[in-house]
């Protein structure tokens, strides 16, 4: 009797782990062919070649670079070595490296939550809408925002007349805090919490060219879970990014400079996703466009 229960037990796990795996398959497929993941390096590269560019980021550099350097400092100096007495218990050698990662992954999101909620909101429009322009993108750009006349990017931007930048969500902080405990497993769960987090980071990148797009609730889900894949690659680059010390709040700005690389590319068909569902979740938008 036990020895046959067993065997379904067994069995149904089996199923279940061939059935996640060909699904973890299918997502790294999918992310591989996007290209999604090369978006955040582009991002640095065009940012760094792009001068017009530099505006809102140098606009906000001292109070958010004095913001990084306190709470990075202080995290290290008041949390490291609690931190470090509890995952020594699970992790022995490595709780020197996983504890070091967890707290610049603590500060990450310590430094998003103030910079982007009191800082450096009007910043990180103004470079996505800048990109946008630079990349010709203007017609999308002027859904959201008055445009002047000019050659300058930045300089061309007018009136918001949408502001996409939600405060923080609670719910943010819960999943956050839920999935902490997962740095106790040595090297697999802090890798597994960084995934996680690149997949919530991911599903935020396009909320302004979703709002551009005037996509309803229901089209950015459906988009998003046709491309789980693509923007948790394209998030978990970001986010690693954003762990690095000081240097996050220059990374957040390249992060946007790509995901604005990415969204005019899709606008203009020209990557792996528009080859088949953008045309179908086109036609919807325009109809909510029109309506």
Partial sequence: ???????TVQSKAHEVAKEDFGRAKVLINDAARSGSYLYPIKGIIYFFTHRSLWKPLISRLAPTLALSVG???SMFMFTYLPQLAILVFVNGPLAVFTTTLLILNESSAIISIVSRNFLLQDAILDT????????????I??????LNAGGDPVQRLGKILKNPFDRFSPKALVRYVMYLPLNFIPVVGTVAFILLQ???RGNS???RYFQLKRWSSAQKSKWLAEHTGPYSAFGTVATLLEMVPIASILFSFTNTVGAALWAA?????ETEMTRTTAPSLREEADKAHSS
């Fill in 1 to 7: 009797m036990s020895s046959g229960i067993m065997d």
């Fill in 71 to 73: 709470v990075v400092t």
């Fill in 128 to 139: 996505f809408d800048g990109t946008l322009v630079s990349k010709n993108a203007t017609d």
């Fill in 141 to 146: 750009v002027s859904e959201g925002r008055q």
């Fill in 198 to 200: 690149g997949h919530s």
């Fill in 205 to 207: 990148v396009h909320d």
């Fill in 265 to 269: 590319d899709i606008e203009a068909k």
